[in-house]
């Protein structure tokens, strides 16, 4: 035998083979999926069977015939075709698996509107006739040899672009991870078919706010894809799966299955809120503050005594001493996220909106400023209780207010790096004001008014002895000066006459009072100078 009948003998071979397998194998398949479909629910759901399942399974199995009645009717037609007909050899090679594939393409282009055509665009309608017409053109070279040879190198070559494109343009958390580049390989497959799962990215800025790139069925069971939910570095992601919680994931590219949906956001990374609020003082003036806060999720590896001490609070922290997730700059436990999720969800009721965790946060140090407030008169805004040197009443505000804040808020695992009052600021004349807090302010006022007069008295009395004080030690300065020079000129000369040594050390002082910026008269300061002149040396002006 040479080559070519080999060849033809393995093509031929090969057809024949297909052909018995394309038959009873697609029967087989068509009749056992209901059997397939009871033992799946089964063991998925165990014990908690409903009723519906069997009449499921029952009509199910009665469509499965009608299918398999028409999957084996070509076989059929050619049993009952005439023996005699001149075009049974030609007939018996191709009519039944053309019939067979017609069904087939049929039936992928049913399923691929079905489930494509809603967020597929129009792609479910080009990969459908794609595949039907590289299949067909395989069979129709050389039967099945031809889609083995032909179509299916074909639709390898195009699934390896697909799967090389994936890796390039789909988001990543670990480009070398083997099972993460199979499941970006699958989304991109299934957004070709219009069967993907939502795509989502959360945005940098508005983190609250979850975008769907593209949109998908996240409800669909039939061809379940990865959808993902693509997280910043210092972003994690609560997911739902319908109404039961799934799991804390991320950051990076978080995938979903059948019903996963992402809840809350939390940004981990340090989290700074500001806010005014009412406030009323212990002695009943209402005014405005602004509160600051700082905080995060607890990043921190908690010591023993205090895992004791917040274990008991809240059962979801069993197990969270330490951080679950440390590969980059943001780590975070994913029970303590849990812990903070449960708290605020507690919060959304009927037609309120949902209060995100931070929201939470900054409520609860709010709640404890006005506690804090509360407890103080107005006084203790600007001098503390405990006064002394460099004491701050904001600050000893500010560590009451913490200290009151900061174990509420670790218990829901988040941890309160600073909680303060900045600034406060009573309603102006617009606002209406209770006549209570009109009254205290002018009591208030008044104090104040009293105190401030008081000092200035004091400052000036002292500003005045300071004054004299420093008029007697320069005119003794002088004198002495004075009296220093007549002695040391005697010294020098003793027959110098002490008058004309005074004289000079006169007109010196004179010339340098001449020279100076004085704010003082200066026809004042040389009447003052005669004075001195007629007072120590009397005989001076008459011999001049």
Do not use: C
Not at 41 to 50: A, Q, R, T, V, Y
Not at 145 to 162: E, K, N, W
Not at 183 to 195: A, D, E, H
Request: net charge neutral; proline share 5%.
């Amino acid at each position: 035998m040479n080559t070519l009948g080999i060849v033809d003998w393995v093509i031929k071979t090969i057809n024949s083979a297909f052909d018995f397998v394309f038959l009873w194998g697609g029967l087989v398949v068509i009749l056992g999926y209901p059997f397939y479909y009871l033992v799946k629910k089964f063991i998925k759901e165990k014990k908690n069977i409903s009723l519906e399942l069997f009449p499921q399974t029952l009509i199910l199995l009665i469509a499965s015939f009608g299918v398999g009645l028409l999957w084996i009717l070509p076989e059929l037609i050619i049993f009952m075709w005439p023996a005699n007909t001149q075009t049974w050899p030609s007939m018996l090679n191709w009519f039944p698996v053309t019939i067979r594939l017609g069904e087939l393409f049929l039936l992928l282009f049913i399923f691929a509107y079905i489930f494509g055509h809603e967020n597929g665009e129009r792609r479910w309608l080009h990969s459908s006739i794609g595949h039907i017409v590289i299949i067909f053109f395989g069979f129709m070279i050389d039967h099945w040899a031809g889609i083995l040879f032909v179509s299916l190198p074909i639709l390898l070559a195009y699934y390896s672009i697909l799967y090389r494109l994936a890796i390039i343009l789909l988001p990543t958390s670990d480009p070398e991870d083997r099972a993460e580049k199979r499941k970006r390989f699958i989304i991109l497959v299934s957004y070709t078919w219009g069967i993907q799962y939502p795509l989502m990215v959360v945005d940098e800025h508005a983190w609250n706010k979850i975008d769907t790139r593209i949109p998908g069925d996240f409800a669909r069971d039939i061809f379940p894809t990865p959808g993902f939910v693509w997280t910043r570095s210092h972003q994690a992601v609560s997911i739902t799966g319908g109404i039961k919680f799934k799991r804390i994931d991320g950051p990076g590219v978080v995938f979903t299955n059948y019903l996963e949906r992402p809840e809350q956001v939390f940004d981990l990374r340090l989290q700074l809120r500001t806010n005014e609020i009412d406030v009323v003082s212990k002695d009943g003036v209402s005014f405005i503050v602004r509160v600051f806060a700082g905080f995060r999720m607890d990043p921190e590896a908690w010591s023993k005594e205090v895992y004791d001490k917040l274990r008991p609070m809240n059962t979801i922290l069993r197990g969270a001493d330490k951080p679950s997730y440390a590969k980059g700059s943001f780590p975070y436990s994913n029970l303590r996220v849990q812990a903070a999720l449960g708290i605020t969800s507690t919060k959304a009721t009927t037609g309120n909106p949902i209060v995100y965790w931070d929201q939470w946060a900054i409520n609860v140090v709010e709640d404890q400023a006005r506690k804090v407030i509360s407890q103080k008169n107005l006084d203790e805004l600007w001098r503390p209780a405990d006064d002394k040197k460099f004491a701050s009443a904001l600050d000893v505000i500010a560590m009451e207010i913490k200290e009151n804040a900061e174990f509420t808020l670790r218990t829901a695992g988040i941890l309160l790096i600073v909680a303060r009052v900045v600034n406060f600021r009573f309603t102006s004349g617009n606002d209406q004001t209770d006549e209570i807090s009109k009254q205290q302010l002018i009591t208030w006022g008044s104090e104040w008014e009293r105190k401030r007069i008081k000092i200035l008295a004091e400052a000036q009395a002292e500003s005045e002895h300071i004054q004299q004080e420093a008029r007697a030690y320069a005119e003794s300065l002088l004198l002495n000066s004075i009296a220093d020079g007549l002695r040391k000129a005697q010294d020098i000369d003793p027959d110098l006459p002490r008058y004309v040594i005074a004289m000079r050390f006169l007109s010196s002082l004179q010339d340098y009072v001449h020279k100076q910026p004085l704010e003082k008269n200066m026809q004042d300061l040389k009447n003052s100078f005669k004075e001195w002149q007629e007072q120590f040396f009397p005989n001076s002006s008459k011999e001049h």
